[in-house]
């Protein structure tokens, strides 16, 4: 089977900034049509914009995961220019640090709703449109090593991609017989704009004393010696969205340098 995704057309949630704006600028140097969805839509016109740019073929659109009537509208649109979808990233995600007992309802509700509600949603809606134009596709979704191990001062967080986990498993289940795979991959320490909130947040609550303390802290003990930087998942997602990945559903991929070996 190939690894090619070229003229595929692929919809990248967060794909901004971040891992999402780097798994989406892979794909269109690999040759897919990629769709650049984001909550910030001058940010997704900017990526866009970067990518075409360079070569690749991309459009931006603005897209909020929380509400299925915005998913419905980024598919269709979608669809309506690239005459079908191929492969949906749901990697849309955010997080927060908060020591356990400090967590509110507000809190885990907000957590929990992008990161997990978010992609239940667009695990549904992307799997009506592959069902309904025939021939399988593909849904990949971003975990984190999170949800591999849970993390006290991010324990919502953890929570919500744990979640994912399992929607990943069940969905892959749901949707074999409809030749639809659904994997997803779990990053570590990656050197993003979501990191330096995180190692914010360290510091602010408490947990730590300096800048990027939380950050040397927890890459530390990776095994190939550096943390992640957004273009180590690139590789990863190219494959995940092409025919080279057809028979494999249903896993989570740690992607993360060796920190979490299971």
């Avoid at 997704?44 to 360079?54: G, Y």
């Avoid at 459009?59 to 909020?64: I, K, L, P, W």
Wanted: proline content about 2%; charged content about 20%.
């Amino acid at each position: 089977m190939s690894n090619s995704v070229e003229g595929r057309s692929v919809i990248v949630t967060g794909a901004g900034r971040g891992i999402g704006r780097a798994m989406a600028e892979g794909l269109a140097r690999a040759g897919a049509r990629v769709v650049i969805a984001d909550i910030d839509p001058d940010t997704a016109q900017a990526t866009a914009a970067a990518i075409r740019d360079a070569g690749g073929q991309a459009t931006g659109m603005a897209a909020d995961v929380t509400d299925r009537a915005s998913i419905r509208a980024l598919i269709a649109g979608t669809v309506a220019s690239h005459g079908r979808l191929d492969a949906m990233f749901n990697n849309a995600g955010i997080a927060q640090v908060k020591p356990f007992n400090d967590i509110t309802e507000a809190d885990w509700h907000r957590v929990m709703d992008v990161n997990a509600m978010g992609v239940l949603i667009g695990i549904q809606e992307a799997s009506k449109q592959f069902i309904a134009q025939g021939g399988g596709g593909k849904i990949i979704n971003t975990v984190s090593i999170a949800g591999k191990q849970g993390y006290e001062p991010l324990a919502h967080y953890s929570a919500s991609k744990f979640a994912v986990v399992a929607l990943t498993q069940a969905a892959a289940r749901a949707f074999g017989k409809d030749r639809i795979t659904v994997n997803a991959i779990c990053p570590g320490v990656v050197a993003t704009d979501m990191w330096k909130l995180i190692d914010r947040g360290f510091r602010d609550e408490g947990l730590t004393s300096r800048d990027n303390e939380a950050f040397e802290g927890f890459s530390a003990d990776i095994l190939l010696g550096r943390a992640s930087q957004a273009g180590d998942l690139a590789g990863v997602a190219v494959f995940l969205a092409s025919a080279g990945s057809d028979y494999m559903t249903g896993q989570s991929l740690v992607v993360d340098g060796g920190m979490v070996l299971i």
